[in-house]
Each structure stands twice: as C-alpha cells, then as structure tokens.
C-alpha cells in the first residue's frame, strides 16, 4: 500500500493582489494524491483592514475550498491571520518534525517592514505583561506575537486598486531604502534563528519548518538541526511543498502550470524513523 503523504505549504496570502493565487481552485493538483494538508500561516490576511467585505469573501472561500478539497486541511496560524485557528504550531513524525509560521523569531515580526520599531515596542510591551517566569514559554510567546499581529491593520494588502496598491506595496516594503538591507539581514539570520528556536524549544526535532520572509531554501546549520523555508506563492521567488510520510521528509518546487499549481522537482529529501510515524501533536 502506498504510504500516506502530509503535505505542507504556506504562505498564500490568498485576496493580496501580490498572490498568485486567484482562486483556491487553482490548488488542487496539490492536494491530489495526498491524505492531509497543512497550511503554516499567511494564507489570507484576516486582520481589520478598510475593506471588511474583501476579507469575509476570503475567509468564506477558503472554507468553501477547505469543505470541498477532499483532504483534511489543518490551518496554523501567521502574522496575517492571527486569528485563522487556534494553532501556531505542530510537530510531526514522533517530534522529528517541528512546523511554525516563523515570525516569531523576529523581535519586531517584519525586520523590513516600515512599521518595525513601533511593531517591537508592542512586541516587548507584551511580553513584559506576561506573568513572571513566562516570557521564554513558546506558547506564551506565540500569544503575545498573535496578539500585536492582531492589533495591526492591514495595509497594502486591502488595496484593490492596482496602481495605489503597487505605490503601497513599495511605500510599505522597501522605502526606506534600509528596509532592503533589513530584509536582507532577515533573510542571512533566519537559518540560524529558526535552529536556535527549534534548539531550545524543541531539542528532538531534527527539521523546522518556516515560512514567512518569502525566500525558500533548505539549510543544514552548524547544530545539526535542517531549516527548511517553503517561501510562498508571491513573487519573485515562489514557493516549496515539504510532504510527509513515516520514511522520508520530502522537499518539493512548486509550479505553476496552464494557471494551476503542481508539485514538481524535487530540492532535497531526507530520512525519516519509520516508527515516527505521522501522529501529530500539537503545540501552543
């Protein structure tokens, strides 16, 4: 019999005119030959925002997509839709596999973004709340992050006409000219951020699992612990697959083919103990 497959993505930004993805159709031949799907976070933008008729036709076709789709989809949660599950993280294959949106490991969520400083000022302010001893708590800190990710409005992301949304996409990302080195500093730290994450809150995972800063990549840092990003399906760089089975942890391209999206060649795979398993158990 063959083995069953999770398969994890991320990343979607479904209803941000920067996505790729106009409908969610557009997804099933990811879903197909699969027996679960997870996605870690960002898959629509579900913070207030000027347009509230936008976001609820999100979130009604992501549950329609979700109820029709043919496999259980599991939903954790990202900076832009901090209220879409009440999970933030999962492990997988007997702990071997730890998955997290990934924002957490920046103290102020978007290094890049123009609204870094006040953002890690919301950001300590919440964790300075937090009852004495708790602060270094994952799931603490996961609720302080989904918190202030909450309190912020949308930006770019709610403007529907594509002229003033091209002027905000850049006004929001790369102006100043800094945010460019930020986001390049944020890209160079992530491995190592993520393994330190993984280290001191999961020291059996072999692998994490992260999204968030849209650049996809596989690395085998120093401590021993693999970082795997799956990018997203904006541009300019796309977006990885991770599938799932108790012997193998598999890391796939995403392409796009004739307006649809396909698992394609294959980046990197690796062993996984076959009495893992695929039981997962959640976290925070």
């Known amino acids: 019999m063959p083995e069953a497959v999770i398969r994890i993505l991320s990343d979607i930004h479904y209803g941000d005119r920067l996505s790729r993805v106009r409908s969610f159709g557009q997804l099933r031949p990811l879903c197909a030959g699969i027996d679960a799907l997870t996605l870690n976070g960002d898959t629509l933008d579900t913070r207030k925002g000027p347009n509230p008729a936008h976001t609820a036709r999100c979130r009604a076709e992501l549950a329609a997509f979700i109820a029709q789709v043919g496999v259980p989809v599991t939903l954790l949660t990202g900076n832009h839709d901090p209220d879409g599950s009440d999970l933030h993280a999962l492990d997988y294959a007997g702990g071997d596999v730890f998955v997290i949106h990934g924002d957490i490991l920046y103290d102020c969520i978007v290094p890049w973004g123009r609204d870094a400083k006040p953002i890690r000022r919301l950001v300590r302010a919440e964790l300075a709340a937090l009852p004495a001893g708790t602060a270094r708590r994952l799931e603490e800190r996961l609720l302080a992050f989904r918190r202030v990710a909450a309190s912020l409005e949308q930006r770019h992301q709610a403007e529907r006409h594509p002229v003033k949304y091209a002027y905000r996409f850049l006004t929001d990302t790369i102006w100043p000219p800094l945010s460019a080195v930020n986001m390049l500093r944020a890209w160079r730290d992530l491995p190592a951020l993520a393994a330190g994450l993984a280290r001191e809150h999961r020291p059996r995972a072999r692998f994490i699992l992260v999204g968030h800063t849209h650049r996809p990549g596989v690395w085998r ?64």
């Open 221 to 284: 840092t120093p401590s021993g612990v693999v970082v795997i990003n799956t990018g997203s399906f904006s541009p300019p760089f796309g977006g990885y697959a991770v599938d799932l089975t108790p012997a193998a942890l598999t890391v796939r391209r995403i392409e796009s083919r004739h307006g649809e999206f396909h698992p394609g060649s294959i980046v990197a795979e690796f062993a996984l103990g076959r009495t893992a398993g695929l039981a997962q158990h959640h976290a925070a």
